[in-house]
């Protein structure tokens, strides 16, 4: 397997460099117990309010294959080529407005995807990765999974244990031992004010 930890400029956790969004999964089911351990990272995430906007669909490959083959139904099709190795595939959806008072909550997708970050990084502690995919189609998504009004599909996620590069098709094997790449930290954090110019 490669070695994919990020090439961090400053010291990081282990966990945070070890994290990566893997395409080969060998479609192994998850150890017993990681399914779960993976659904309490995320919901001891911050959220604002504590409102815990998050919602997740579940499908594991082995034991809810009827929900998991419709998950991947609503990939994109580059997803739909490596996604259905996962041993589970998930949806995240947030809860778009806040029930005691029905004010939108304007940091649920926010949070949602914090839940997903802590959801991530408890796989890669467990041996496992996760990968997150915005290429999806909402609309088939609600339909499929009967999501009602006031919750909206984020994102899917895949997650599972890391398969050989050369298990993928050619263009795919390429991406997935590519060097990991980030913007330097001078492009987004700007000590003092905004001094975006030039960028
Ligand atoms: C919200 C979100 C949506 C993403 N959508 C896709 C996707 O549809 N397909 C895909 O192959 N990767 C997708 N990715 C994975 C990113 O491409 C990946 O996180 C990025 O290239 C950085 O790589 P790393 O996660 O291995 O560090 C997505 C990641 C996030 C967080």
């Known amino acids: 397997m490669p070695d994919r930890d990020a090439p961090a400029a400053h010291p990081i956790d282990p966990l945070?460099?070890?994290r990566w969004s893997p395409r080969s999964f060998t479609a192994a089911p998850l150890p017993p117990g990681a399914l779960e351990s993976l659904?309490?990272?995320?919901?001891?995430?911050?959220?604002?309010?504590?409102?815990?906007p998050w919602h997740l669909i579940v499908a594991r490959r082995d034991a809810e294959p009827g929900a998991f083959e419709k998950l991947v139904g609503v990939l994109s099709p580059n997803n739909q080529t490596w996604a259905r190795n996962a041993g589970v595939l998930m949806l995240s959806v947030?809860?778009?407005?806040?029930?005691?008072?029905?004010?939108?909550?304007?940091?649920?997708?926010?949070?949602?995807?914090?839940?997903?970050?802590?959801?991530?990084?408890q796989a890669a502690a467990m041996g496992l990765q996760a990968h997150q995919m915005a290429g999806f189609d909402a609309a088939a998504a609600r339909s499929a999974f009967a999501i009602p009004e006031g919750f909206d599909p984020v994102a899917a996620i895949a997650i599972g244990e890391v398969g050989p590069p050369e298990a993928l098709p050619e263009v795919l094997a390429q991406r997935e031992t590519a060097p990991r790449q980030r913007r330097p930290i001078e492009e987004f954090a700007f000590l003092g004010g905004w001094k975006a110019e030039g960028r």
């Open 94 to 121: 947030a809860r778009s407005h806040n029930p005691a008072n029905g004010n939108p909550i304007r940091h649920a997708w926010h949070d949602t995807g914090a839940a997903m970050a802590q959801m991530a990084l």
């Open 16 to 18: 945070l460099a070890r």
């Open 39 to 52: 659904l309490e990272a995320a919901r001891w995430a911050a959220s604002s309010n504590n409102l815990q």
